[in-house]
């Protein structure tokens, strides 16, 4: 089993549609959660950073955290098309020597004007 | 806050001959990663830097990759020789050395192998 599951997609939707985006994780010592947007060409970008279970918002964004059913989200109100980029989720595990991070594969979201 | 600098940005090369990466982190930042990116995938790392010590290259192509932080600071990943499938995003990123920081990319370089 994979540290992290992510769906693929790809997704696509109208402008304004809410977004919803999952990752699923198998180890339960995670604490820190990360979303990570990428447009084409370009590294992936720091988008939500999150500590422990709850909610966090961030202008349209929500990321969300269930950690007794290890289960991630995002959420993205009233989708741009500048929002079309790959959302990637992430989180690490702890250690002395520096964080080891798991990735999920990353969704592909296309928002249609 | 400047961000993390990579170059070049694009690279053409044919298999068998060899390319360098380059990579300035952000200011503080003792933590360095070097990952590989296909398209479609995450990123799967290659080496992990603390300071200028090697805390894991468990995935690193040992007989045709190298890398090397010289310093603490800039690093660069060496692929010789370079084959195929190394075509790939290599991408570096850094953090804090504090539980829980995340990772902070730069924008890669696409290396493409003919």
């Known amino acids: 089993q994979k540290e992290v599951e992510q769906d693929p997609g790809p997704l696509s939707v109208p402008e304004g549609a809410i977004v919803s985006l999952n990752c699923t994780y198998s180890n339960s010592a995670f604490q820190y959660f990360m979303w990570y947007r990428q447009y084409s060409r370009k590294g992936p970008e720091l988008l939500m950073y999150t500590y422990s279970s709850g909610n966090k918002e961030d202008g349209r964004f929500t990321a969300q955290v269930d950690k007794s059913s290890k289960y991630i989200s995002l959420f993205i109100r009233d989708s741009q098309p500048s929002d079309s980029a790959t959302y990637l989720c992430a989180m690490p595990s702890i250690g002395r020597t520096g964080n080891q991070f798991y990735f999920g594969t990353g969704t592909s979201l296309t928002v249609i004007p | 806050e400047a961000g993390v600098a990579q170059s070049p940005r694009y690279k053409i090369i044919e298999k068998r001959q060899s390319v360098a990466f380059w990579c300035n982190p952000i200011s503080g930042h003792a933590t360095l990663y070097w990952y590989q990116q296909i398209l479609g995938q995450g990123p799967k790392l290659l080496i992990q830097?603390?300071?200028?010590?090697?805390?894991?290259d468990s995935q690193l192509p040992k007989d045709r990759f190298s890398a090397e932080r010289l310093k603490g600071v800039d690093s660069t990943l060496k692929i010789q020789p370079a084959k195929l499938e190394d075509s790939a995003v290599y991408l570096c990123a850094s953090s804090l050395a504090v539980g829980g920081s995340p990772l902070h990319f730069g924008n890669g370089t696409r290396l493409t192998v003919t």
């Open positions: 830097f603390q300071n200028n010590g090697v805390v894991d």
